[in-house]
């Protein structure tokens, strides 16, 4: 007799993982109350990346078409035009899914799902009682406790929201300079809004190298965006011209007057009303707590993606729910967070995987960085996009890869060979041996495993004539 398996969110985790379960011989159920993919298909990546690439389009037209022979008369932007694109994107990746869950013989119910007891949970006043369950609700955004905030006004809104606007502002600040924040500042710099953005770290992107996002704040200042860093957003006050930001800076206090805010703070994981408290699961400020087999303290519960990782990426809530779909039918699984890749969809793209410059310093490697900046690399001097730079960080003792950084170019599907290299335990040695096709923007990954000895073919020899 199979496991009977339900699964409690339909986004990239919880879909993976109900096919996943489904493909090893399990009768599945994925309850899901609103659309399938989650926050990534439907208000996150997806749509996001929809948007980007609109404005990509439209920048290289006005920025570098005419430099290349290419002129386009009358060049302008349709807002309605583009975000009716956007959500065609978004209508056919959900088809998509759909179609994945019925081809792999996944039950499908709408609605909101509570757990009566560890083997059942109540939807749609229906039980459903099941072998294993795998929670996958994900998460929401956060709204910092700051005066203002709560107002209700409608010139207040989230990444949610700011996907939604009917027409764009005039001017937007953003609370927030980390990965939604710098993507959100990128759209709407591309279409002429005015950009302020405002973040607490002494820098934007604290978590990402130092180097990589020192490149993208140039970049996105280049274009027009202003970057609060180091600062405190105090209180927000609504006027007849707009909204009035309070911000304590690094330079001292400054208001803003503006149309809109995006609130790009943070997201907390969505586990409210799951009634997962009154059967003595392990939580911590909403997360749930699961160990290297995504088990939570209550046997045969599961918890996968933002509602539990701390990672909150919805390529780690896939693989999360495959390590969870195979421990239910009993392929003991273990989730390995070493090559989990981070991709920023700016103008130019960042990418990385492993450990920065300085967090491999603190873990008290002798580290060995190799640069290639893209000026030198042919493709990327074709495709108009040659300000960003290959980054590798190794160990000096063996020459193993610990991380790898890219900035411009396809840097977001190039840094995949820096997440297998880490997974293989790379050398730098096998880097360099590996053939590179030419001329391509991959080039620059061997030529960083070169430069990490100054042996670097395509650039000029240090100290040299």
């Known amino acids: 007799m199979s496991k009977r398996v339900v699964l409690i969110g339909g986004g990239p985790g919880g879909y993976v993982a ?10 599945v159920t994925l309850i899901e109350k609103n659309k399938l993919g989650g926050t990534c298909l439907n208000v996150g990546c997806i749509p996001t990346k929809a948007l980007l690439h609109s404005a990509e389009l439209y920048t290289a037209m006005k920025r570098e078409g005419p430099s290349i022979g290419i002129f386009a008369d009358n060049l302008r932007f349709d807002w309605s035009a583009i975000a009716r694109r956007k959500n065609q994107v978004v209508d056919q990746l959900v088809k998509g899914v759909e179609g994945l869950l019925r081809s792999n013989g996944v039950e499908r119910v709408q609605g909101e799902a509570r757990f009566v007891s560890p083997g059942a949970v109540r939807a749609r006043d229906k ?17 910092p406790p700051i005066p203002g905030l709560d107002s209700g006004s409608d010139r207040i809104v989230t990444s949610d929201g700011a996907l939604s606007f009917e027409a764009l502002p005039q001017s937007i600040a953003i609370a927030g300079g980390g990965v939604i924040g710098v993507e959100f500042a990128s759209v709407f710099a591309s279409f002429g809004v005015a950009v302020t953005v405002v973040e607490m770290f002494p820098r934007i992107l604290p978590n990402v190298d130092a180097e990589v996002a020192g490149i993208l704040r140039q970049s996105l200042e280049s274009r027009g965006v202003t970057f609060h860093t180091g600062a405190r957003l105090n209180n927000v006050t609504q006027g007849a011209e707009g909204l009035t930001l309070s911000v304590t800076a690094e330079t001292g206090s400054v208001e803003l007057t503006v149309d809109k805010l995006l609130v790009a703070t943070g997201r907390r994981p969505y586990t409210k009303n799951l009634g997962l408290e009154s059967l003595g ?3 911590e400020r909403g997360r749930v707590l699961v160990n290297e087999r995504m088990e939570t303290s209550v046997k045969n ?23 969870a779909a195979e421990n239910v039918m009993g392929r003991p699984t273990a989730m390995d967070y070493k090559t989990i890749p981070s991709a920023i969809y700016t103008s130019p793209a960042a990418a990385s995987v ?3 410059e300085d967090d491999a310093r603190k873990e008290g490697y002798r580290v060995r960085v190799g640069r290639f900046p893209l000026f030198a690399n042919g493709k990327s001097v074709v495709a108009g996009d040659a300000a960003g730079l290959v980054k590798i960080v190794s160990d000096d003792r063996y020459g193993e890869a610990l991380g790898v950084h890219i900035v411009g170019g396809p840097a977001t599907d190039m840094i995949g060979e820096g997440g297998l290299a880490l997974r293989l335990e790379a050398t730098l040695d096998e880097i360099v041996s590996t053939i590179h096709a030419h001329p391509t923007v991959s080039e620059a990954l061997g030529e960083a495993a070169l430069a990490s000895w100054d042996r670097a073919i395509h650039l000029p020899r240090p100290g040299g004539a």
Do not use: K
């Not at 009682?129 to 709204?143: L, R, Y």
């Not at 519960?301 to 390590?323: F, K, M, N, T």
């Open 301 to 323: 519960i599961y918890a996968i993606g933002d509602c539990a990782s701390r990672i909150l990426l919805a390529h780690v809530a896939s693989r999360e729910g495959e390590v």
């Open 354 to 356: 492993g450990l920065s």
């Open 18 to 27: 109900a096919i996943r379960a489904a493909q090893l011989g399990a009768a």
């Open 281 to 283: 699961a392990a939580m």
């Open 127 to 143: 039980i459903f009682e099941a072998d294993a369950f795998i929670v996958a609700t994900g998460s929401e955004p956060a709204m």
